[in-house]
């Protein structure tokens, strides 16, 4: 279950993270609320997953799979771009991930 917690606090930080690229520096209220509402979930969530998840492995997860999301969100949802560079070190978090998942022990 912890796992799922996790998953949906990786949405949540990313539905957070868009919303305030929307918000326009908090100068509209309805992203701005959203923002609010997706860190406090995911925040909320990320603590339940740490129960039985280490901090290092699920921080790790958490935020470089939010990290790809959010840049392939920022692709469709702002039009955003990455260069080759940038990729290439997307490729690198997102194999980080793959390995700290696969080797991590959890406590269940």
Not at 35 to 55: K, Q
Not at 78 to 98: K, S
């Amino acid at each position: 279950m912890d796992r799922i917690y996790l998953v949906i606090a990786i949405l949540s930080e990313v539905v957070g993270t868009s919303a305030l690229k929307a918000s326009e520096a908090f100068s509209k209220p309805l992203p701005s609320i959203v923002v609010v509402i997706g860190y406090c979930v995911s925040f909320f969530l990320l603590s339940l997953a740490l129960r039985s998840i280490p901090v290092a492995v699920a921080y790790a997860i958490w935020s470089g799979v939010g990290q790809a999301l959010i840049a392939v969100v920022a692709w469709f949802a702002f039009r955003q771009t990455l260069n080759a560079g940038e990729m290439a070190g997307m490729g690198l978090i997102i194999a980080g991930v793959v390995l700290l998942s696969l080797f991590s022990q959890t406590t269940h």
